[in-house]
T-cell receptor
Framework: QKEVEQDPGPLSVPEGAIVSLNCTYS??????FMWYRQYSRKGPELLMY????GNKEDGRFTAQVDKSSKYISLFIRDSQPSDSATYLC?????????FGAGTTVTVRA | GAGVSQSPSNKVTEKGKDVELRCDPI?????LYWYRQSLGQGLEFLIY????????KSGLPSDRFSAERTGGSVSTLTIQRTQQEDSAVYLC????????????FGPGTRLLVL
């Protein structure tokens, strides 16, 4: 079993829809949780960073962490075609990031 | 300011040749990381530098892989006697310190071994 599980999709939604992404993990030592966005042929770009259970909001993006269930989510409201990318969850107990496989999202205009 | 840069962007080599991949971290970032991204494998950790020291080399897949960092800045990842399974995107990231907030990634080097 992988440390971090993420459904690779692909996920296709119409413009304006809410995109819901999630990851589960097995390592209780993970304390830091991140979501990265990766466009084709580019490096991952940090979207959200949290280190506690609960919700964190930044514009159209909301990250949720539930440590008791070992489950994290990312919601994208009012999705735009420019949000089409691969979204990677990442987590760590120290410096070594463990990544999910990434979910490919397409927002249709 | 400038982000993490990597060179070359793309590298095509023949099986058995050696390759060197370069990473220039964000100025002032003392921690530097190398990851590999392969189809079907996701992103996997290779090595971590704090300054010029590499306290964790546990992710290097074989002794054909080595990395160094000089002057607390530029890092080079070297793959000797390349194999086809080494084909992947090699990503470098840097952070302000020992896991300060988060890691910022460069665009990657796409390596193809024929």
């Amino acid at each position: 079993q992988k440390e971090v599980e993420q459904d690779p999709g692909p996920l296709s939604v119409p413009e304006g829809a809410i995109v819901s992404l999630n990851c589960t993990y097995s390592n209780s030592a993970f304390q830091y949780f991140m979501w990265y966005r990766q466009y084709s042929r580019k490096g991952p770009e940090l979207l959200m960073y949290t280190y506690s259970s609960g919700n964190k909001e930044d514009g159209r993006f909301t990250a949720q962490v539930d440590k008791s269930s070992k489950y994290i989510s990312l919601f994208i409201r009012d999705s735009q075609p420019s949000d089409s990318a691969t979204y990677l969850c990442a987590m760590a107990g120290d410096y070594k990031l463990s990544f999910g496989a990434g979910t490919t999202v397409t927002v249709r205009a | 300011g400038a982000g993490v840069s990597q060179s070359p962007s793309n590298k095509v080599t023949e099986k058995g040749k050696d390759v060197e991949l370069r990473c220039d971290p964000i100025s002032g970032h003392t921690a530097l990381y190398w990851y590999r991204q392969s189809l079907g494998q996701g992103l996997e950790f290779l090595i971590y530098f704090q300054g010029n020291s590499a306290p964790d080399k546990s992710g290097l897949p074989s002794d054909r892989f080595s990395a160094e960092r000089t002057g607390g800045s530029v890092s080079t990842l070297t793959i000797q006697r390349t194999q086809q399974e080494d084909s992947a995107v090699y990503l470098c990231a840097s952070s302000l310190g020992y896991f300060q907030e988060t890691q910022y990634f460069g665009p990657g080097t796409r390596l193809l071994v024929l």
